[in-house]
C-alpha cells in the first residue's frame, strides 16, 4: 500500500472517467474559541495497492488530536479488483465528508490510515484560535 496523494477540501466529486474534482483545499482553521466545530470538509485520499493486496480490504482512517489521541475514527472497506493490473497497481480513490466535527483545542492534528499494523500519515490539518475568525 502506498498513499499517492491526500488532501482536505471543502468538497471532491469522483468522475466515471477516473479523474476527481477536488475544490477547496486548506491546511488550516481559524476558531474563536474551542472546542470548535467544522461544518464539513472532505478527506480526499489516492492509495495505490501493492500486488499481494487484492480483494476486500478493511482500513480505519483516524483522526489524530495534538497529543496523538483519535477524536474520529471511520472504519471502511474497500474491494480492491486486477481490472488496470496490466496497465498500473489497483488504486482506491476516496472522496470522505466529514458533517459537524468538533476540534477540542487548538493545535496540529493529523489524519492517519490504518490497513492491518500499517499505519499511513494521511493530510494534516492546523486548528489556530483566532478572537477576530468568523
Known amino acids: 500500500m502506498k498513499v499517492l496523494y491526500s488532501v482536505i477540501a471543502e468538497d ?5 472517467d477516473g479523474r476527481m474534482d477536488v475544490h477547496g483545499v486548506f491546511h488550516e482553521l481559524y476558531a474563536r474559541g474551542f472546542p470548535a466545530q467544522q461544518e464539513r470538509l472532505t478527506l480526499v485520499t489516492t492509495i495505490e495497492w501493492d500486488a499481494s493486496e487484492r480483494g476486500a480490504i478493511d482500513f480505519a482512517v483516524n483522526l489524530l488530536d495534538p ?7 471511520i472504519n471502511a472497506q474497500t474491494q480492491v479488483e486486477d481490472q488496470y493490473a496490466v496497465h498500473r497497481p489497483a488504486r482506491t480513490q476516496m472522496a470522505i ?6 476540534f477540542p483545542r487548538a493545535g496540529e492534528y493529523e489524519f492517519e490510515l490504518t490497513v492491518g499494523d500499517t499505519r499511513q500519515a494521511l493530510a494534516p490539518i492546523y486548528l489556530i484560535e483566532d478572537p477576530d475568525a468568523h
Open 12 to 16: 471532491a466529486q469522483l468522475r466515471n
Open 67 to 73: 497529543d496523538r489521541g483519535p477524536v474520529l475514527t
Open 97 to 102: 465528508p466529514i458533517d459537524q466535527l468538533i
